[in-house]
């Protein structure tokens, strides 16, 4: 599993970020950074549900 992030579509709302700050950060330039993007497939739901908070459908799960 993979996360990805279209820079050209974030606003840096930060969901991701309050939901699964392990794997995503919202930089000062205001764009998500990806912290880790292999999640551990123990975090699978976790980060699902922070792919799925984007506003702005800006995260995508790669399997």
């Known amino acids: 599993m993979r996360i990805l992030a279209d820079l050209h579509r974030c606003e840096g ?3 991701c970020e309050a939901m699964a700050d392990r ?3 919202v930089g000062d330039d205001g764009q998500v950074l990806l ?3 292999h ?3 123990q975090d ?3 980060v699902d549900s922070a792919v799925k ?3 702005v459908s800006a995260l995508r ?3």
């Open 23 to 25: 794997y995503f950060e």
């Open 53 to 55: 908070s984007c506003p």
């Open 44 to 46: 699978r739901q976790l």
């Open 35 to 37: 912290l880790d993007d």
């Open 61 to 63: 799960l790669e399997n």
């Open 13 to 15: 709302l930060g969901m």
């Open 39 to 41: 999640p551990r497939e």
